[in-house]
């Protein structure tokens, strides 16, 4: 079974500085998709990014980027230029083909000014 | 609407009561997935519906909990007898083609 493992509960950055949560999975199969869900206060959970497991290139958007490191199965989110609205918890999620979303426990992100 | 509706918001009931939780998902998606976060935990999957093929229904905890999806829209959820470890965010979410999953605001269940 697949699993999906963030190991920092808790993060903090300061506003306009550089984040990095991490990820890793276990899985035994080949094609996937990894996602970074973003729940603010108000529960609603919000796709921050995608990445398939079939790309090479690592997934950007805007100022979050991952490094997605196939081989040793990590998908670390960076945050660049931190922004007070970004503070929320973080969840790490894992998808073989158009199935159930796996998540992890989630990173709890603050963000001081 | 343009998003995924839940409802209600919040329900709190008795512990022995049934309740009934609904989820809209957005027109035309095909594929619907409820999922329940327990108080400062990660997202559980309950079960997770797809056009006209039997329901995936592996993440249910008990058989006190069922779910339907009626006309490949509305979907409730039903959770009878309820118990206090029931208390938890149930969210449902909805998608195209399993790629960007959009989520409701979920409801909040209480059970005293």
């Known amino acids: 079974a697949q699993t999906v493992t963030q190991s920092q509960p808790e993060m903090s950055v300061q506003e306009a500085e550089t984040v990095t949560l991490s990820c890793t999975y276990d899985?035994?199969?080949?094609?996937?998709?990894l996602f970074w869900y973003k729940q603010p206060p108000s529960r609603q959970m919000i796709l921050v990014i995608r990445q398939e497991a079939y790309k090479q290139q690592n997934a950007t958007e805007n100022r979050f980027s991952v490094n997605f490191q196939k081989a040793a199965k990590s998908f670390s989110l960076k945050i660049s230029d931190s922004q007070l609205g970004d503070a929320a918890m973080y969840f790490c999620a894992y998808r073989s083909q158009f199935r159930k979303l796996i998540f992890g426990t989630g990173t709890r992100l603050q963000v001081f000014p | 609407g343009a998003g995924v509706s839940q409802s209600p918001s919040n329900k709190v009931t008795e512990k022995g009561k049934d309740v009934e939780l609904r989820c809209d998902p957005i027109?035309?998606?095909?594929?619907l997935y409820w999922y329940r976060q327990s108080l400062g935990q990660g997202l559980e999957f309950l079960i997770y519906f797809q056009g006209n093929s039997a329901p995936d229904k592996s993440g249910l905890p008990s058989d006190r909990f069922s779910a339907e999806r009626t006309g490949g829209s509305v979907s409730t959820l039903t959770i009878q007898r309820t118990q206090q470890e029931d208390s938890a965010v149930y969210l449902c979410?909805?998608?195209?083609?399993?790629?960007?999953?959009?989520f409701g605001p979920g409801t909040r269940l209480t059970v005293l």
């Open positions: 027109s035309g998606h095909t594929a």
């Open positions: 899985t035994s199969e080949s094609d996937y998709y």
């Open positions: 979410a909805s998608s195209l083609a399993g790629l960007q999953d959009v």
